[in-house]
């Protein structure tokens, strides 16, 4: 395996000029194992632009990481080693408390630049670049009615809303730096304000969305295969009829006005006339508390479009939750209750600790169960609930607070300090000293040891009182904390300090019926819990946190929900009365909306939030579609997942008319606060393989998706899987444009490829791959990598395959540091310590974080133009790629 370093005259956070560190490995080696949970698509580039250098870079260092070091340190050092350390730079980035995305992003750096770029960004997420799109929208496929409507809103009229967060930052820099700047600079990134920006986005007049592919960039030519149109509604042209609903109005009224509106959305769809002409469903400002599952494509023909719009045209009134509200009057102190009911809860806690009897307010344990895509076992993180405080007033209509969250009863408590350093407070485990992918072991107090915060709450699994026997471990990978785990706890042994996870060889039973999980680790279904092994499991440097057992609810803010009593614990946060006024959201449902086989849907200016799997949801098989989705000015928030879009064929199926899930739009949205991606676009192959006969799994059946002008921020801290990327796409036939990605525990989004045809040999051709052919133009990406590193801005992934056509222009990555305790430990440790390995530590030391701007990760087959990086922890640009296989162009 060769490094290539290729040196560009652009920023560097640590040298002053980028280094674009290249791996190139053959064909046959294998790459390493996708972090992201499904397969996806992939493309190459088809010409060269014909102003890239001629030359091939020539440099090759004399050594390169080869191999994991044998062991690690056993124990947590207490004191530095006797020789000094290598220093870190005193320009470290600040540790100042950043709790929260800002109302603006972070500034450009203030150094005067030399060179003049030829591409200048967009001023904003919520408007398009200074420089006009290339090319005009399309215009309405010939096949839809003519009531339907057209490609691109020309003017959205619209009423803003008055205290959710903004699409448009208002320190975004006007355009992109005139020159590079003479020295590099400032390590010091700029901070993360504390505040959440004030408003939602609305719509804006001027946007026109990108949704026709490309064929130039300025003088350039370039090729992508197939040439596609993007099809989106028009608020011009929502319907003119009109049915009313109000959390108050009754499901007996006709629906005809606001007057006499009905109660449920369901009831107001079963009163769209079937005439063809479609009906905008007019949401009073209130919680409705449903499911919206939208008719069939054979009912949705006669009824024509249905739009579903918030009456006030604001996206923080009308709110679609999944949740349940219990209210202050439902809870008793702990201890009025039984010994036996206290028992579990630690003394000194007792007294603060309030209880509410779920089954006596009619929940029951399906409601308590976290479902995924199975509706009978639980999810992997099935420890988690979402639980919001709220009140009377906010219960009336208002979206959440999500800074109003409570969390799983937890040790250590959570603390967020510092932002790139989301896990600086979370306890350092001792071992096992080779790692270990079943136990991890902690024996000692983290006070007062090496690069230790000078507030870590003391405590550790030996010292902690308690077999924590059924709750959860979440722990980082101790060699770059590259993964996150959550599992649950199989045995403690308080006497060494070690707890044992589930794993898919122990003894295990899984009761259909009730949900019950005894002895094993829910995984979609039972067993299968095992950790990756390519971050070498828990070691003495993997950061950890344990929850969801009721000992450790001990702290405001905290609950702990015991499912076989049908029991919610809490401690309220300081300064709320136990009375009507206090009221506690605690998530019910799986999803918000569910399109699964529907077409010709928007949805406009509403607020959706509290869901257990995911907000907007759609799973098709075979020949089930869903078409023509347009998502306008929505707030997503406290969910799962924000978007989920599957669609799966398999190899035995009929390829005969089968249709697509396309024509799919995100505009002008907030995605936040979701425990795991917020957005996840997949394609699965049942079965296919490129051996197999037939060609049905040659075909790419989820397509043409347009993601614009909206913001992403507080993603994946409490994944599903085992990373936390911001938004996991295969992008095919897509464009993704003007967004603000930030805020994130790893990769912001990361693209994954789909497969290559079937009969296709290694190295692949352009045309042997299935899906591609994206622009992803104008997006800002920062405050990426917070919890986890090894990761970047933008990723793609590919494995074996590669990308077909993904063209990349005006994009900005900064601010993405990727620190973590692992990486840091690694860069002071000097040559004279026990542990440390000329060859494998010689790449770390030279790093403040382990990320990246853009990140290609085996994944050629990319044109990449007029893009900027800056303040990135280690590489502003980098590819671990298969030089053999595709095509890769870089003019930045």
Excluded at 319 to 333: A, L, M, Q, W
Excluded at 464 to 474: A, E, P, W
Excluded at 856 to 884: E, Q
Aim: hydrophobic fraction near 35%; proline fraction near 8%; charge should be positive.
């Amino acid at each position: 395996m060769n490094w290539i370093f290729l040196c560009l005259t652009t920023l560097s956070f640590l040298t002053g000029i980028t280094c674009i560190f290249v791996e190139s490995a053959t064909p046959s080696a294998s790459p390493t194992k996708n972090p992201t949970k499904t397969v996806t698509p992939s493309y190459s580039s088809s010409k060269s632009p014909s102003n890239l250098p001629s030359t091939k870079p020539t440099f090759s260092p004399s050594q390169s990481p080869t191999k994991l070091p044998s062991s690690f340190p056993s124990t947590k050092p207490t004191l530095l080693p006797s020789n000094s350390p290598t220093k870190i730079p005193s320009n470290l980035p600040s540790t100042k408390p950043t709790l929260s995305p800002s109302n603006s992003p972070s500034k450009l750096p203030s150094t005067n630049p030399s060179i003049k770029p030829t591409f200048t960004p967009s001023q904003s997420p919520t408007n398009l670049p200074s420089m006009k799109p290339t090319l005009n929208p399309s215009k309405s496929p010939s096949i839809l009615p003519s009531n339907r409507p057209s490609a691109i809103p020309t003017n959205i009229p619209s009423k803003s809303p008055s205290n959710l967060p903004l699409s448009k930052p208002t320190n975004s820099p006007s355009q992109s730096p005139t020159k590079l700047p003479s020295s590099p600079p400032s390590t010091k990134p700029s901070l993360c304000p504390s505040s959440s920006p004030s408003k939602l986005p609305v719509t804006d007049l001027s946007m026109k969305p990108t949704t026709t592919s490309p064929t130039t960039v300025g003088s350039v030519n370039v090729k992508v295969s197939p040439s596609y149109k993007i099809q989106l509604s028009d608020p011009l042209l929502y319907p003119k009829q009109f049915v009313y609903v109000n959390p108050s109005g009754s499901d007996t009224n006709n629906g005809l006005s606001s007057a006499t509106a009905v109660k449920t959305i369901a009831k107001a769809m079963t009163l769209a006339p079937l005439n063809g002409k479609g009906t905008t469903i007019v949401l009073a400002d209130g919680v409705y508390r449903e499911t919206i599952r939208p008719p069939s494509p054979a009912t949705m023909m006669q009824t024509g479009q249905l739009v579903f719009q918030s009456a006030s045209k604001d996206n923080s009134k009308a709110t679609i939750r999944c949740s349940n509200s219990i209210t202050g009057t439902s809870f008793k102190p702990l201890t009025t209750l039984s010994a036996d009911i206290q028992a579990p809860f630690a003394a000194a806690a007792r007294s603060q600790i309030y209880v509410a009897d779920l089954g006596a307010l009619g929940w029951t344990l399906a409601d308590l169960m976290r479902f995924r895509d199975d509706a009978v076992y639980e999810q992997r993180a099935s420890g988690l609930n979402f639980l919001v405080q709220s009140s009377t007033a906010v219960a009336a209509g208002a979206s959440l607070d999500p800074s109003k969250r409570y969390h799983a009863a937890r040790a250590p408590n959570f603390r967020n300090v510092t932002n790139w350093k989301r896990a600086e407070h979370w306890w350092v485990a001792d071992g096992p000293t080779a790692g270990s992918t079943t136990s991890l072991v902690d024996a000692t107090d983290d006070t007062g040891t090496l690069l230790a915060p000078a507030d870590i709450e003391a405590g550790n699994l030996k010292t902690i009182g308690v077999d924590l026997s059924g709750g959860y471990l979440r722990a980082l990978d101790g060699m770059n904390s590259h993964w996150m785990w959550y599992r649950r706890i199989k045995s403690h042994d308080q006497t060494t300090g070690t707890v044992t996870i589930d794993t898919d060889s122990a003894s295990s039973s899984c009761d259909g019926s009730t949900g019950l999980c005894t002895g094993c680790q829910p995984k979609y279904a039972c067993g299968d819990a095992n950790i990756d092994t390519n971050g070498k499991g828990f070691s003495p440097m993997s950061k950890y946190y344990v929850d969801n057992h009721p000992y450790l609810l001990d702290a405001a803010g905290e609950y702990y929900v015991d499912k076989t009593n049908l029991k919610l614990f809490v401690i309220p946060l300081p300064g709320v009365n136990m009375d009507a006024s206090f009221v506690v959201e605690l998530s019910k449902r799986r999803a918000a909306i569910d399109l699964t086989n529907t077409l010709n849907v928007t949805f406009d200016s509403l607020s959706v939030e509290m869901c257990d799997d995911t907000a907007v949801y759609s799973n098709n098989w075979v020949n089930a579609n869903t078409r023509f989705i347009t998502m306008r000015s929505l707030n997503m928030q406290l969910s799962g997942r924000g978007l989920t879009f599957i669609k799966t064929i398999a190899q035995l199926d009929s390829a005969g008319g089968l249709e697509n899930t396309e024509h799919v739009g995100l505009i002008q949205s907030t995605v936040r606060h979701m425990d795991d991606v917020s957005i996840q676009v997949n394609q699965g192959w049942w079965s296919c393989s490129i051996d197999a006969l037939g060609d049905l799994c040659s075909h790419a059946q989820i397509r043409r998706f347009y993601v614009g002008h909206n913001q992403f921020y507080e993603l994946g801290f409490r994944p599903f899987g085992d990373d936390g990327t911001g938004g996991a796409v295969i992008g095919n036939e897509m464009v993704f444009e003007n967004n603000l990605v930030r805020n994130v525990a790893h990769n912001g989004f990361q693209f994954i490829p789909g497969p290559a045809k079937q009969g296709a040999i290694q190295p692949y051709a352009s045309s042997d791959l299935v899906v591609g052919a994206v622009l992803i133009k104008d997006n800002i990406f920062e405050w990426t990598c917070l919890l986890e590193s090894d990761c970047g801005g933008l990723k793609h992934w590919a494995g074996d395959l590669g990308f077909r056509d993904h063209l990349l222009i005006g994009n900005v990555y900064r601010n993405i540091i990727g620190w973590s305790y692992s990486v840091q430990m690694q860069n002071l440790i000097p040559t004279s310590w026990p542990y440390y390995n000329p060859v494998d530590r010689k790449y770390w030391r030279l790093m403040l974080g382990f990320a990246f701007g853009s990140y290609f990760d085996y994944a050629p087959g990319s044109y990449h133009f007029r893009n900027i990086a800056y303040n990135v922890g280690s590489n502003c640009y980098h590819w671990t790629a298969r030089i053999a296989q595709s095509e890769m162009y870089f003019h930045n």
